[in-house]
C-alpha cells in the first residue's frame, strides 16, 4: 500500500555555538507527520525553531541527531548533489523576501527551476505560462521581477515553487514583507492550492493566516504540539506566547 505521509520527522534536534559557549537548543527531538494534502501551520514566537525546522526538512541545513523523510524518501544523511536532486524532486520553497532572479525575466524565473529538473526549455516554458495564467500573472511574463508589487512578486515565488509538482510546498513566513491587502491574497492562494490537493507546510507569526489551514501546531522549548484546528484565540495565543530557543 502506498504510504500517504508526506513529511516524517523523527527525533529532530539541533543545536548553535555561540560566542557565550553555551549552545542554543533550537530542536529538542522534534517529533511529526503530515500526511499528503495537509496544509500545516507552524506558530511561536521568533527564536523558537520554527526556521530552523523548515531548512532542515528542505536539506538546506544539518540536523545534529534524528530523521527526516519526504515520500518515504530519507532526507538526513545524503550528499549536497543527492539532496539538491531530492529538493528539485520533492520541494517547492517560498521565503519571506522572494530570492527571485531580477536579470530574468518573470517567465524565466518560473521555468528556470523545470529546466533544471530536466525539463526541455518548450515544456518548461508552457508549465511557466500555465502557472503564471493560475496565479493571475500571464500578462506580466515579459517583465523584470523588480517592476512587480510585493505580493505580485511573491505570486511569482509561489509560481516558481511549484515548477515541478512538488510534494512539499514550504513556505517561511510567506507574508511577513507584504501589506494587508497583499497578505490576503497570498493566503487565499495557499487556501486554493491545498484545495487542489497541494501539501504546504508553512511557518508563520500571523495568527489570521495560520487559521486558514487545516492542521496548526506550536513551536515552543525546541518541540512542536497541536493546537485545535478551528480556534482561533489559540492560535493567536500560541503566535504571542513567548517561547524558548
Given amino acids: 500500500m502506498t504510504s500517504t505521509t508526506a513529511l516524517r520527522v523523527t527525533g529532530l534536534r539541533k543545536s548553535y555555538e555561540t560566542d557565550r559557549d553555551v549552545p542554543v537548543r533550537a530542536l529538542r527531538?522534534?517529533?511529526l507527520e503530515v500526511e499528503a494534502g495537509q496544509f500545516l501551520a507552524v506558530t511561536g514566537p521568533s527564536g523558537c525553531g520554527k526556521s530552523t525546522l523548515l531548512n532542515i526538512v528542505?536539506?538546506?541545513?544539518a540536523a545534529d541527531e534524528g530523521a527526516v523523510s519526504i515520500?518515504?524518501?530519507?532526507?538526513t544523511g545524503r550528499s549536497e548533489?543527492?539532496?539538491?536532486?531530492?529538493?528539485r524532486k520533492h520541494v517547492g520553497m517560498v521565503f519571506q523576501f522572494y530570492n527571485l532572479l531580477d536579470e530574468l525575466s518573470v517567465i524565466e524565473n518560473v521555468a528556470l527551476p523545470a529546466m533544471l529538473g530536466g525539463r526541455k526549455r518548450k515544456a518548461a516554458e508552457a508549465r511557466a505560462r500555465d502557472l503564471l495564467g493560475l496565479l493571475g500573472l500571464v500578462d506580466r511574463g515579459g517583465a523584470s521581477p523588480a517592476v512587480l508589487s510585493g505580493g505580485q512578486r511573491q505570486r511569482l515565488a509561489i509560481a516558481r515553487a511549484l515548477a515541478n509538482d512538488p510534494t512539499l510546498l514550504l513556505a517561511d513566513e510567506p507574508t511577513g514583507a507584504l501589506d494587508s491587502d497583499g497578505s490576503a491574497e497570498i493566503a487565499e492562494l495557499f487556501r486554493r492550492l491545498n484545495a487542489d490537493g497541494q501539501t504546504?507546510?508553512?511557518?508563520t507569526h500571523d495568527a489570521g493566516l495560520a487559521t486558514i489551514a487545516t492542521r496548526v501546531v506550536r513551536m515552543a522549548d525546541g518541540r512542536i504540539a497541536d493546537l485545535p484546528p478551528d480556534d482561533?484565540?489559540?492560535?493567536?495565543?500560541a503566535v504571542a506566547t513567548p517561547g524558548l530557543s
Fill in 71 to 75: 515520500a518515504d524518501e530519507q532526507v
Fill in 29 to 31: 527531538g522534534v517529533e
Fill in 58 to 61: 528542505a536539506g538546506l541545513e
Fill in 232 to 237: 482561533g484565540q489559540a492560535v493567536a495565543d
Fill in 81 to 87: 548533489a543527492e539532496l539538491a536532486l531530492l529538493r
Fill in 200 to 203: 504546504i507546510v508553512m511557518v
